[in-house]
């Protein structure tokens, strides 16, 4: 009887330690979930936007822009009597050119002075003393020269070295050129004519 009372005892007491460790033990996590798959297509990255060039101006749109765009009449150049008196003989209005260009000169408000266009770029020009007689415009500010011959003109770049326009001839210029093809100068290098002698006089 004894020993059946101490087998019930040690049953009671497998029984409750067994229950403590099962509630101090934790339960096991669930296991991850397995990260999500990477989608299949990946979205290109986005790429800068290239800038935008601008198209140039239209020759009408630029002639258009120029001839609103003030050009600086201010100069402190002062232009003696024989100035004055060269610019009076320049022809003005718009000359034709070479290949179809042409060059317009205009007076400027202030006496002496002048503007120039050719294509899309203005000058303001005065003359200056010329050695050899011919009528010489310049803008030193912008490095150009006009030179008037008498059967034609033309526009100079003193920057880059080169002839903008040339063969410019106005209808003065024009006349003479043609008088010129007609009867040509003669050259320097033409032996002069022989004098021609008198007539003998005859005495009786």
């Known amino acids: 009887m004894k020993i059946l009372s101490l087998v019930v005892s040690l049953s009671a007491v497998a029984f409750v330690s067994g229950a403590a460790i099962a509630q101090t033990t934790p339960a096991p996590k669930p296991a991850a979930k397995p990260a999500a798959k990477a989608a299949a297509t990946t979205k290109p990255a986005a790429t800068a936007k290239a800038p935008t060039k601008r198209a140039p101006l239209a020759r009408s749109a630029a002639k258009a822009v120029e001839e609103v765009t003030p050009i600086e009449e201010d100069s402190d150049v002062v232009l003696s009597e024989a100035d004055l008196a060269v610019s009076q003989r320049v022809y003005l209005g718009k000359i034709p050119c070479e290949l179809g260009s042409n060059v317009e000169i205009t007076p400027s408000k202030k006496t002496g002075f002048f503007v120039i266009q050719a294509k899309n770029t203005r000058y303001f ?34 920057k880059l070295g080169a002839r903008l326009a040339d063969e410019c001839m106005s209808p003065e210029q ?3 050129a043609d008088e010129m093809k007609r009867n040509p100068p003669r050259s320097l290098l033409e032996p002069l004519d022989p004098p021609t002698a008198p007539p003998a006089v005859i005495k009786n």
Do not use: F, Y
């Not at 011919?134 to 770049?157: F, T, V, Y």
């Open 174 to 176: 024009l006349t003479l």
């Open 125 to 158: 020009m005065h003359p200056v003393e010329s050695r050899t007689g011919a009528i010489r415009l310049e803008d030193p500010k912008r490095g150009a020269m006009w030179l008037q011959l008498g059967n034609k003109s033309m526009l100079m770049s003193q």
